[in-house]
């Protein structure tokens, strides 16, 4: 059962526009997220994070949004440079999981020049 | 110059033997992880240790096992019991917080021979 999901296992974007990608959750026990950015072969990048208390978290070209109600979060890119282009992971834990991240299955972003 | 190593990059198993995973924190971090990585698929988590001498089980430990006998080491073996080993191994490392983010390492390739 995934607890965490990346329904969109691919996302092309033109250079400069805005790179949407979307994250959903089931498990309402989930307090923190966080979004992780990977090239192959290479492991991920922690790019941002969200606390459940909030609903938006911005940095720099990076904003991640949450809707606590739909059990889902996104992670908004502008604009969106070709350095970009890898797999994006959401993942999720709670509290009392002993920090243990549940991950969603990823999103290739591409952004085209 | 702190970070989190893993070696090698590149490993090549045997059938029915046993290999070590090396990875090496020097950011003072009391927690560490090892995850997999399958194509197309998320991170799942095989041990994860909050302390030197404690370790814990995660989603898919059968055929893997650890140590932690210091704070900058957690190597794991996958024994000649996990009988698809082929994937991508991820070390990763975190500091004690509510907020607390993990840290991977660049990974090790598995394959089989």
């Known amino acids: 059962d995934q607890q965490v999901k990346q329904n969109s296992p691919s996302l092309s974007v033109q250079e400069g526009r805005i790179s949407i990608l979307n994250c959903d959750y089931t498990?309402?026990?989930?307090?923190?997220f966080l979004w992780y950015k990977k090239y192959p072969a290479e492991g991920p990048t922690f790019l941002i994070s969200i606390s459940s208390i909030k609903d938006k978290n911005e940095d720099g070209r990076f904003t991640v949004f949450l809707n606590k109600s739909a059990k889902h979060l996104s992670l908004h890119i502008v604009p969106s440079q070709p350095g970009d282009s890898a797999v994006y992971f959401c993942?999720?834990?709670?509290?009392?999981?002993?920090?243990?991240?549940?991950f969603g299955s990823g999103t290739q972003l591409t952004v085209l020049p | 110059d702190g970070g989190i190593t893993q070696s090698p990059k590149y490993l090549f198993r045997k059938e029915g033997q046993n290999v070590t995973l090396s990875c090496e924190q020097n950011?003072?971090?009391?927690?560490m992880y090892w995850y997999r990585q399958d194509p197309g698929q998320g991170l799942r988590l095989i041990y994860y240790?909050?302390?030197?001498?404690?370790?814990q089980k995660g989603d898919i430990a059968e055929g893997y096992s650890v140590s932690r006998e210091k704070k900058e080491s957690f190597p794991l073996t996958v024994t000649s019991a996990q009988k698809n080993p082929t994937a991508f191994y991820l070390c990763?490392?975190?500091?004690?917080?509510?907020?607390?983010?993990?840290?991977f390492g660049p990974g090790t390739r598995l394959l089989v021979l």
């Open positions: 990763a490392s975190s500091i004690s917080g509510v907020l607390e983010t993990q840290y």
């Open positions: 240790s909050q302390i030197v001498n404690d370790f």
């Open positions: 498990n309402s026990m989930f307090d923190y």
């Open positions: 993942a999720a834990r709670f509290s009392g999981s002993a920090r243990q991240l549940t």
């Open positions: 950011l003072n971090h009391d927690a």
